[in-house]
């Protein structure tokens, strides 16, 4: 703790002035530092103390603790200003937090807390939120080769929106357009906090042409607010665009950007397995690596900037990350994948062109398809938006779960297995190479109906059968494109 001379040995006749008592009244002030945006304490923040009616006076300092707690021994009685720094405040683009205390004469003890307003507030305060699907994105951009701040420059926010018009259910793609502060800070109001954003940064004049000044761009990553929480911090780093000189063909064909930073880290399965043989993707870069048998992976010669990075691996739900990959260090991610399919018995494959019989189906027409080519077209940027091109589904709540008719949860299946708990198990849109939906069970062919399928109703007549699959709703069969081209 520091605390000025000035207030260290403060006169008397000016302590009156300054509205501080002498220093023989002293006591100890306590308190806590709250994080309520992210549900933590402030650790080894700068907590200040100084007279309120001169708080040019340096006064008091200390830091927390890890816990965010902190003390101040020695206060001579008289009203304060009290407040804390810290990089989290300067993050989320907020001045030092503070407080009035007021420290009597008879007290030998004061208890001061300070808290950072919840997620909900500051984005009402930041943007007058009011839609229970609107946040507040922000962030600052740097440049990746030294990390200064941007001073001119436009972030791109995109996302779907479903509509509904006389043509039926539409999606329409969403843009906005933030342009950066003079400390490279952006803040996008009022972006929905029940879909996914595909986020990017530009440097300069984005309406120059690419040709007319060299374009420092990010690659192209997604975020996703958290449940109930519509306050989302990112930053990003940009980096000039590579020029044509540095784009090289490996010995597989595929044309990659070179560049100086490197990517390493391990792909642990959450059952503490490593994953051997995963594919590592960065796309944007052209770069694709595979793990060895500890599930480690070390990539060299990637271009700069914030990219997404892709694990791909069989029997394992697919997973994506944004890292930052700057000059001179190692950007350091880890994947912690679970398991997706049950292992298959071996079978024998009589028809290579058509080993799922997708096509055949497609051919009979009994159901709603979609192959590759009609999800590249359709656009969407989610599943639940893919899936509520069905007639038989539908969308509902919230977070867009999707639902059969009557609002009754639909069986999944994919690549052939049964999922009884979908959750983050289904694969991106971008995995997907067909999808079938049946309106029932009834209607699916016998291998999609479930394993020891018995229905058996209650009181009620609901479903309380053997298996947790609902006979009498939709049937969705996911395929991803290691099964179907």
């Not at 001579?76 to 990089?87: I, M, N, S, V």
């Not at 843009?175 to 300069?204: K, Y």
Request: proline residues 7%.
């Amino acid at each position: 703790m520091r605390r000025h001379p000035a207030t260290r040995w403060l006169p008397t006749a000016l302590a009156a002035l300054l509205g501080v008592s002498s220093v023989h009244a002293q006591a100890l002030v306590t308190g806590t530092l709250r994080d309520s945006v992210h549900g933590r304490p402030f650790a080894n923040a700068t907590v200040e103390l100084v007279p309120a009616h001169a708080p040019w006076m340096s006064g008091f300092t200390t830091r927390s603790d890890s816990s965010g707690r902190f003390q101040i021994a020695e206060v001579p009685a008289g009203k304060y200003l009290f407040g804390f720094l810290h990089p989290r405040l300067d993050s989320l683009g907020m001045d030092q937090v503070t407080r009035t205390i007021d420290v009597k004469p008879a007290q030998s003890r004061v208890t001061a807390d300070l808290a950072l307003p919840s997620a909900r507030t500051l984005a009402a305060m930041l943007c007058h939120t009011r839609r229970d699907n609107a946040g507040v994105l922000l962030g600052r951009v740097y440049d990746a080769r030294d990390g200064h701040p941007v001073t001119s420059g436009t972030l791109l926010v995109r996302w779907g929106e479903l509509s509904v018009g006389d043509s039926g259910l539409r999606n329409d793609a969403a843009q906005r357009t933030v342009s950066l502060g003079g400390d490279g800070r952006f803040m996008a109001c009022n972006v929905p906090t029940d879909a996914p954003l595909l986020v990017q940064a530009v440097a300069g004049n984005i309406a120059d042409p690419a040709w007319v000044t060299p374009r420092s761009t990010s690659g192209l990553i997604e975020l996703t607010f958290a449940y109930d929480t519509p306050l989302l911090r990112r930053d990003l780093y940009v980096a000039p665009q590579a020029p044509d000189s540095s784009i090289a063909t490996d010995t597989t064909g595929t044309r990659r950007r070179r560049g100086t930073a490197r990517l390493v880290g391990h792909i642990i399965a959450d059952d503490g397995t490593p994953v051997a043989g995963a594919r590592v993707v960065v796309r944007e870069a052209g770069a694709e690596f595979v793990t060895d048998t500890s599930g480690s992976f070390r990539v060299t010669g990637l271009p700069l900037g914030t990219h997404t990075v892709e694990v791909i691996a069989l029997g394992y739900t697919p997973m994506r990350t944004a890292v930052d990959l700057r000059p001179g260090t190692d950007a350091v991610a880890m994947f912690h994948p679970s398991r997706r399919v049950q292992a298959l018995e071996e079978v024998t494959v009589r028809d290579a062109a058509d080993h799922t019989g997708f096509a055949l189906r497609r051919r009979k027409g009994n159901g709603f398809f979609l192959d590759a080519n009609a999800i590249e077209k359709s656009g969407q940027l989610t599943l639940p938006m893919l899936l509520v091109s069905a007639p038989m589904l539908r969308m509902t709540g919230r977070n867009g779960s999707i639902r059969g008719r009557g609002r009754c949860e639909p069986t999944y299946f994919v690549d052939g297995q049964p999922l009884l708990m979908p959750g983050d198990d289904l694969p991106v849109v971008r995995d997907i190479g067909g999808i079938e939906v049946y309106s029932n069970a009834a209607a699916a062919p016998p291998q999609f109906t479930g394993p020891n399928r018995e229905y058996r109703p209650d009181a009620n007549g609901r479903d309380r059968g053997a298996a947790s699959l609902n006979a009498f709703c939709a049937t969705i069969v996911i395929w991803s494109k290691a099964y179907v081209r």
